[in-house]
């Protein structure tokens, strides 16, 4: 695989060799809440997970908090959306009927035992998404051969330009570290005009799903940060490891907190890739 | 102080010793290897009956000393050289007069390994200071029998390494890009080949090289820890020869003789590795589309103008470059030339000028319509230095000059392809200047003491044209935008810093054979890395100081303990430092600073601080020559918003740091060589836990920095050589043969925390069924029993 050229390059002239090693971590003894909130304007995504942490070598599910009281606040109107916990998604749903307005800022809060915990975003106005259309492309450099989708859009924003792609392939998603399709218009956003080529080969009868989401800065520097520690290898070329910055805070209890609260407006469209 | 007190401060410190005023004879010589015709460096010279008021010659073999009364004697030894008697007449004081040393037959007992007087490391004032000669060099064993200059400089007390076979160093606790690397007085920005594998030293062209670790003389500076500086060979006068060795990834050649007659030379040296070539065979079509190469060119002309003047013009050029499938490329390259002009105004005068031009390039392309790119970026330093040497008395030496300096660091620009529809980017170019006058003086206050007095004051200005960004509060932020900006014009003077850098060092000698020695020095660095990795990457960005990046200030106190015994065989020293930093940078959490105008808004800054003890045992003469060298030391940062504010160890602290060098000489034909390195494991974060977050296993990391280590580390290398000593023969060859990690330990070069599937280490959930998943520690190591072959030769 061409992709992997560079390193096979390099690991066969530097002689590097791996192997599995086992490490006396010091681990820390408290565990830390973890929350994960998305508040959008689709009734599928709104939900907030709650877990803790635990040590590393502990292969056992993650331990979830379900006797949270969690509750999104309307800052406009005061307005309290209550959340439930559903014990089919393992995590807190609110009324299917509530949806995140545009223009709105909403105001996640989270309280289990003695700890409380509050975050902010603000409710953006969606991108523009014209059409989603494949086309055969032959093996090139970093790309295999295969159906190749691109994305014709519109960004009218000056600015709070930041957004993510999510692709879900036959209800399976993409959810490698590679799979972070986070841009921004630091290079432009001409390329969402001009078509914003994914950099997936599809087969054929593929059903592919993509969704778009306009992301407030701070959740976008998250999961950038997220994406650069999932791919910290630990070595010399890596910066030192650090958590992602959470834009969540703890505002009363003797705690850190883990995580992030995402408010979103979502786009999607799917196709299928046809058999001839 | 001001600059104006300061010289006023000189100047009375000149004044006060009666000896300034008294113009006295002196006899000026050269002395000359009379095989090769290069000056010897480190010649004892001193007139019959006074050897303790000698002198020793300069890198070129001159020296001054003041004249007796005459007709007298003068008696010139160096180790390993018959030692040569000369009557001097009056006469001979109009002009410089030079001396050919014969070089004696090699015992097996007295093999020479240092240019420089057995007791030099007692009697000078260097604290801090080692000499590596080109033949130490190329008798330790070598990764891939490529010897390499700083990875051999890692060998020495307080130099670190950023890790496994990486030639970064970490000088007493400073950050790499805090030492200068110059090759004939012209810095070096990216002094490595391969990724920080090598370094762009082609060790043929190279005659010796100098490591400061902390007390500069006067006359050199802009870096905050240290200067390696690289003095290049000068060719041969009496004919044409050359030299050359094929190794197992590169060969190199070196061509040398008269240039023009016998009073001018020439020197041009080669190097350039293979492994692309080797690529081609492969069947693997991943591989054999592929270049991975670099190549050094160095040369060196020399002409000696006239009896007081020598003029020599210096350059290298080296280029790396790895390319995929024809389509992709990454390059990088230096270009530094210097031209040294050296004056021999009068007998007790002297002038050096020397101006430079380094150029730093890389580029990154990706060929292609679609979404292809060039990206490219370049970063200059042009300089002039100017200076005087005065030798006041037999005593008293004073050396003062100027020293002038142009950064143009050039605008990144991403330029992409014909129908890649993402924005031209280009960053905006940056210029600064800066002047720096310096005075040094030098003197034996009593057989016992002496001393080193320096100022250097350095003016610093960022220059435009070019746009500054204001923010709110006086606080860049990279969660808001630029409250204003402010646009300068060309050459308008947008920033400007100065700073004095007093550098005071006194020798006391306990006893003939020990010293006792004290230096303080401090260091001001206008330009430094933005960059949090520990090894230097050829696209890292270099920025200059500043309104938002305050220039880094060293200050650095060091004592040290001087003994050799034994008729100066063996050396010891014990050497304590502390060094403090102000003003160093980091970046904040997941910056981005490759194409930004507003690099300050990523960046952190705050202090930092090494102590630490350097022990050196050394035997200079015999068959087994070597050292030991054991280093206790910590380094520190304290930077606002990493950590939580506290103090951290940086990747490069290690305390305990042991190296052992080895050579014997069997007989004329072998000899072996080995080292051992031991250190303490590199500061680095581990995991304290794992959590789940948008569907990602992720590991937890402790808010405080570097607080776990990696093993200790350590190898033991060894080589082995013979060489050809038949004196008839002009075709001199000799065969290398070493190992380098020759009991395979593993040392980790990295610990990647990942979830392991299927108990494989590199499993992808996407390219199979997934029976099984868990959390795991996969360690990378480079380098276990590394063996390699090099055939040198001479004609």
């Given at each position: 695989?061409?992709?992997n050229s560079?390193?096979?390059?390099l690991a066969?002239?530097?002689g590097?060799?791996q192997?599995?090693?086992?490490?006396?971590?010091?681990?820390k003894?408290?565990?830390?809440?973890?929350?994960e909130g998305?508040?959008?304007?689709?009734?599928?995504?709104?939900?907030?997970?709650?877990?803790?942490?635990?040590?590393?070598?502990?292969?056992?599910?993650q331990?979830?908090i379900?006797?949270?009281?969690?509750?999104?606040?309307?800052?406009?109107?005061g307005r309290?959306?209550?959340f439930?916990?559903?014990?089919s998604?393992?995590?807190?749903?609110?009324?299917?009927?509530?949806?995140?307005?545009e223009g709105?800022?909403?105001q996640l809060?989270v309280?289990?035992?003695?700890?409380?915990?509050?975050?902010?975003g603000?409710?953006?106005?969606?991108?523009?998404?014209?059409?989603v259309?494949?086309?055969y492309?032959?093996?090139?450099?970093?790309?295999k051969?295969?159906y190749?989708?691109k994305?014709?859009?519109?960004?009218?924003?000056?600015?709070n330009?930041y957004?993510r792609?999510r692709?879900?392939?036959?209800?399976?998603p993409?959810?490698?570290?590679?799979?972070?399709?986070?841009?921004?218009?630091?290079?432009?956003?001409?390329?969402?005009?001009q078509?914003?080529?994914?950099g997936y080969?599809?087969?054929?009868?593929?059903?592919?799903?993509l969704?778009?989401?306009r992301l407030?800065?701070?959740?976008?520097?998250?999961?950038?940060?997220?994406?650069g520690l999932?791919?910290?290898?630990?070595?010399?070329?890596?910066?030192?490891p650090?958590?992602p910055?959470s834009?969540?805070?703890?505002?009363?209890g003797?705690?850190?907190?883990l995580?992030?609260?995402?408010?979103?407006?979502v786009?999607s469209?799917?196709?299928?890739?046809p058999?001839? | 102080?001001?600059?104006?007190?300061s010289?006023?401060?000189?100047?009375?410190f000149?004044?006060?010793y009666p000896?300034?005023?008294?113009?006295?004879?002196?006899?000026?010589?050269?002395v000359?290897?009379?095989g090769?015709?290069?000056?010897?460096?480190?010649?004892?010279?001193?007139w019959?009956?006074?050897?303790?008021?000698?002198?020793?010659?300069?890198?070129?073999?001159?020296?001054?000393?003041?004249?007796?009364?005459l007709p007298?004697?003068?008696?010139?030894?160096?180790?390993?050289?018959e030692k040569?008697?000369?009557?001097?007449?009056?006469?001979?004081?109009?002009?410089?007069?030079?001396f050919y040393l014969?070089?004696?037959?090699?015992s097996?007992?007295?093999?020479?390994i240092?240019?420089?007087?057995?007791?030099?490391?007692?009697k000078n004032?260097?604290?801090?200071?080692?000499t590596?000669s080109?033949?130490t060099?190329?008798?330790l064993?070598?990764?891939?029998?490529?010897?390499?200059?700083l990875?051999s400089?890692?060998?020495?007390p307080?130099v670190k390494?950023a890790?496994?076979?990486?030639?970064?160093?970490?000088?007493?606790?400073?950050?790499?890009?805090?030492?200068?690397?110059q090759?004939?007085?012209?810095?070096?920005?990216?002094?490595s080949?391969?990724?920080?594998i090598?370094?762009?030293?082609n060790?043929?062209?190279?005659?010796?090289?100098?490591?400061y670790?902390?007390?500069?003389?006067?006359?050199f500076?802009?870096?905050?820890?240290?200067?390696?500086?690289?003095?290049?060979?000068?060719?041969?006068?009496?004919?044409?020869?050359?030299?050359?060795?094929?190794?197992?990834?590169?060969?190199r050649?070196?061509?040398?003789?008269?240039?023009l007659?016998?009073?001018?030379?020439?020197?041009?040296?080669g190097r350039?590795t293979?492994?692309?070539?080797f690529?081609?065979?492969?069947s693997?079509?991943?591989?054999n589309n592929?270049?991975?190469?670099?190549?050094?060119?160095?040369?060196?002309?020399?002409?000696?103008?006239?009896?007081?003047?020598?003029l020599?013009l210096?350059?290298?050029q080296?280029?790396?470059?790895l390319g995929?499938?024809?389509?992709?490329?990454?390059?990088?390259?230096?270009?530094?030339?210097?031209?040294?002009w050296?004056?021999?105004?009068?007998?007790?005068?002297?002038?050096?000028?020397?101006?430079y031009?380094?150029?730093?390039?890389?580029q990154?392309?990706?060929?292609n319509?679609?979404?292809?790119?060039?990206w490219?970026?370049?970063?200059?330093?042009?300089g002039i230095?100017?200076s005087?040497?005065?030798?006041l008395?037999?005593?008293?030496t004073l050396?003062?000059?100027?020293?002038?300096?142009?950064y143009?660091?050039a605008?990144?620009?991403?330029?992409p392809?014909v129908?890649?529809?993402?924005n031209?980017?280009?960053?905006?170019?940056?210029?600064?200047?800066?002047?720096?006058?310096?005075?040094g003086?030098?003197?034996?206050?009593t057989?016992?003491?002496?001393?080193e007095?320096?100022l250097?004051?350095g003016?610093y200005a960022?220059?435009?044209?070019?746009k500054?960004?204001k923010?709110?509060?006086?606080?860049?932020?990279?969660?808001?935008?630029?409250?204003?900006?402010l646009?300068y014009?060309?050459?308008q003077l947008m920033q400007?810093?100065?700073?004095?850098?007093p550098?005071?060092?006194?020798?006391?000698l306990?006893?003939?054979?020990?010293?006792?020695?004290?230096?303080?020095?401090?260091?001001f660095q206008?330009?430094?890395?933005?960059?949090?990795s520990?090894a230097?990457l050829?696209?890292?960005?270099?920025?200059?100081?500043?309104q938002?990046?305050?220039?880094?200030?060293?200050?650095q106190?060091?004592?040290?303990?001087f003994?050799?015994?034994?008729?100066?065989?063996?050396?010891?020293?014990v050497e304590?430092?502390?060094?403090?930093?102000?003003?160093?940078?980091?970046?904040?959490?997941?910056?981005?600073?490759?194409?930004?105008?507003?690099?300050?808004?990523?960046?952190?800054?705050?202090?930092?601080?090494?102590?630490?003890?350097?022990?050196?045992?050394?035997?200079?003469?015999?068959?087994?020559?070597g050292?030991?060298?054991?280093?206790?030391?910590?380094?520190?940062?304290?930077?606002?918003?990493?950590?939580?504010?506290?103090?951290?160890?940086?990747?490069?602290?290690?305390?305990?740091?042991?190296?052992?060098?080895?050579?014997?000489?069997?007989?004329?034909?072998?000899?072996?060589?080995?080292?051992?390195?031991y250190?303490t494991?590199?500061?680095?974060?581990?995991?304290?836990?794992s959590?789940v977050?948008?569907n990602q296993?992720?590991?937890?990391y402790s808010?405080?920095?570097n607080?776990?280590r990696?093993?200790d580390?350590?190898?033991?290398?060894?080589?082995?050589?013979?060489?050809n000593?038949?004196?008839?023969?002009?075709?001199?060859?000799s065969w290398?043969?070493?190992?380098?990690?020759?009991?395979?330990?593993k040392?980790?070069?990295?610990y990647d925390?990942?979830?392991?599937?299927?108990?494989?280490?590199?499993?992808?959930?996407?390219?199979?069924?997934?029976?099984?998943?868990?959390?795991?520690?996969?360690?990378t190591?480079?380098f276990?029993?590394?063996?390699?072959?090099?055939?040198?030769?001479?004609?």
């Amino acid at each position: 695989m061409k992709k992997n050229s560079i390193f096979l390059l390099l690991a066969i002239f530097f002689g590097a060799c791996q192997e599995e090693v086992f490490l006396d971590l010091d681990q820390k003894k408290a565990r830390i809440p973890v929350i994960e909130g998305h508040w959008t304007d689709q009734k599928a995504y709104n939900e907030v997970k709650i877990s803790l942490s635990k040590n590393y070598f502990d292969s056992l599910d993650q331990e979830l908090i379900r006797d949270a009281d969690v509750f999104v606040k309307e800052l406009s109107t005061g307005r309290k959306i209550t959340f439930q916990y559903s014990t089919s998604t393992r995590s807190y749903r609110p009324n299917p009927s509530e949806l995140a307005i545009e223009g709105e800022t909403y105001q996640l809060n989270v309280s289990w035992k003695d700890q409380v915990f509050q975050s902010e975003g603000l409710m953006l106005k969606p991108p523009i998404v014209d059409s989603v259309v494949w086309n055969y492309e032959e093996e090139r450099l970093f790309r295999k051969k295969g159906y190749y989708l691109k994305v014709y859009g519109k960004i009218p924003f000056p600015n709070n330009n930041y957004y993510r792609i999510r692709v879900i392939e036959n209800d399976i998603p993409y959810n490698k570290p590679e799979d972070y399709l986070l841009f921004d218009d630091a290079f432009g956003l001409r390329v969402f005009e001009q078509g914003l080529e994914l950099g997936y080969a599809f087969k054929k009868n593929a059903r592919v799903r993509l969704e778009l989401y306009r992301l407030n800065k701070d959740v976008f520097d998250y999961l950038s940060q997220l994406v650069g520690l999932l791919f910290n290898d630990g070595g010399l070329f890596s910066p030192p490891p650090q958590n992602p910055e959470s834009n969540i805070r703890v505002v009363k209890g003797d705690t850190q907190v883990l995580g992030f609260f995402a408010v979103y407006p979502v786009l999607s469209r799917t196709i299928t890739i046809p058999s001839n | 102080m001001s600059f104006h007190k300061s010289l006023l401060f000189i100047l009375l410190f000149i004044i006060g010793y009666p000896a300034f005023s008294q113009e006295k004879a002196v006899f000026r010589g050269q002395v000359m290897d009379a095989g090769n015709l290069q000056g010897l460096v480190g010649t004892n010279v001193y007139w019959e009956g006074q050897v303790q008021q000698g002198t020793l010659t300069d890198v070129d073999g001159n020296f001054l000393l003041p004249a007796i009364t005459l007709p007298a004697k003068i008696i010139l030894s160096y180790l390993g050289y018959e030692k040569s008697t000369r009557t001097i007449q009056v006469r001979d004081l109009e002009k410089v007069q030079r001396f050919y040393l014969k070089a004696v037959d090699f015992s097996l007992e007295e093999v020479l390994i240092q240019e420089k007087r057995g007791d030099e490391q007692v009697k000078n004032l260097e604290l801090g200071k080692s000499t590596l000669s080109m033949e130490t060099l190329q008798s330790l064993p070598a990764l891939f029998g490529e010897v390499d200059l700083l990875r051999s400089l890692q060998l020495l007390p307080g130099v670190k390494s950023a890790g496994e076979g990486t030639t970064g160093l970490f000088v007493r606790g400073g950050s790499s890009d805090q030492n200068l690397i110059q090759v004939d007085g012209a810095p070096v920005y990216n002094a490595s080949h391969f990724f920080g594998i090598f370094s762009v030293f082609n060790p043929d062209g190279i005659k010796k090289v100098d490591l400061y670790k902390g007390n500069m003389p006067a006359s050199f500076g802009s870096r905050a820890s240290s200067l390696i500086d690289v003095i290049l060979r000068e060719g041969e006068k009496d004919r044409i020869q050359g030299e050359g060795g094929i190794g197992t990834i590169s060969s190199r050649m070196t061509l040398q003789g008269p240039l023009l007659g016998d009073k001018h030379s020439f020197l041009i040296s080669g190097r350039r590795t293979y492994a692309d070539l080797f690529l081609k065979l492969s069947s693997n079509p991943d591989l054999n589309n592929n270049q991975l190469n670099f190549y050094d060119l160095n040369g060196k002309a020399a002409f000696t103008l006239t009896e007081k003047d020598k003029l020599s013009l210096s350059s290298y050029q080296g280029s790396d470059y790895l390319g995929l499938d024809g389509q992709f490329g990454l390059g990088w390259k230096n270009w530094v030339s210097a031209v040294n002009w050296n004056r021999v105004n009068s007998d007790s005068s002297f002038f050096d000028l020397q101006s430079y031009h380094s150029r730093y390039s890389y580029q990154v392309k990706f060929d292609n319509e679609e979404n292809g790119f060039d990206w490219t970026n370049s970063l200059s330093e042009s300089g002039i230095k100017a200076s005087w040497t005065r030798v006041l008395s037999s005593t008293t030496t004073l050396v003062w000059g100027a020293h002038g300096q142009v950064y143009h660091f050039a605008p990144t620009y991403l330029k992409p392809s014909v129908n890649n529809p993402i924005n031209r980017r280009q960053t905006q170019g940056v210029q600064g200047v800066l002047g720096n006058a310096f005075v040094g003086l030098t003197r034996e206050f009593t057989d016992k003491l002496s001393g080193e007095l320096g100022l250097r004051q350095g003016i610093y200005a960022q220059l435009g044209e070019g746009k500054v960004y204001k923010y709110n509060g006086n606080a860049p932020n990279p969660d808001q935008d630029p409250s204003d900006s402010l646009f300068y014009e060309r050459s308008q003077l947008m920033q400007r810093y100065q700073g004095l850098e007093p550098r005071i060092a006194f020798r006391y000698l306990l006893r003939p054979e020990f010293s006792l020695k004290l230096a303080y020095n401090r260091n001001f660095q206008y330009v430094q890395i933005a960059s949090n990795s520990s090894a230097g990457l050829p696209i890292d960005r270099w920025v200059l100081a500043s309104q938002y990046i305050r220039p880094i200030q060293s200050d650095q106190v060091s004592l040290g303990l001087f003994h050799n015994f034994n008729e100066n065989r063996w050396e010891f020293s014990v050497e304590g430092y502390y060094k403090n930093l102000q003003d160093v940078i980091d970046l904040r959490n997941g910056a981005r600073i490759l194409l930004s105008d507003e690099v300050e808004t990523e960046l952190l800054s705050g202090r930092g601080w090494a102590y630490g003890a350097e022990f050196l045992l050394r035997k200079n003469r015999g068959k087994t020559t070597g050292w030991l060298a054991y280093t206790w030391s910590r380094a520190w940062r304290q930077i606002d918003g990493i950590s939580r504010d506290k103090p951290y160890n940086p990747r490069f602290d290690r305390p305990h740091d042991i190296s052992l060098v080895l050579n014997h000489k069997f007989s004329s034909s072998w000899s072996a060589g080995l080292t051992f390195v031991y250190s303490t494991g590199q500061a680095v974060s581990f995991p304290v836990g794992s959590y789940v977050v948008d569907n990602q296993p992720v590991s937890l990391y402790s808010d405080f920095r570097n607080e776990d280590r990696f093993p200790d580390y350590h190898r033991l290398d060894a080589t082995v050589t013979w060489e050809n000593t038949d004196q008839g023969k002009k075709w001199k060859g000799s065969w290398n043969f070493g190992v380098y990690n020759i009991y395979g330990r593993k040392n980790p070069f990295s610990y990647d925390f990942r979830v392991l599937y299927n108990n494989e280490l590199n499993f992808n959930p996407s390219d199979g069924k997934v029976f099984s998943t868990r959390p795991g520690v996969v360690m990378t190591y480079l380098f276990a029993f590394l063996p390699s072959l090099t055939y040198n030769f001479q004609f």
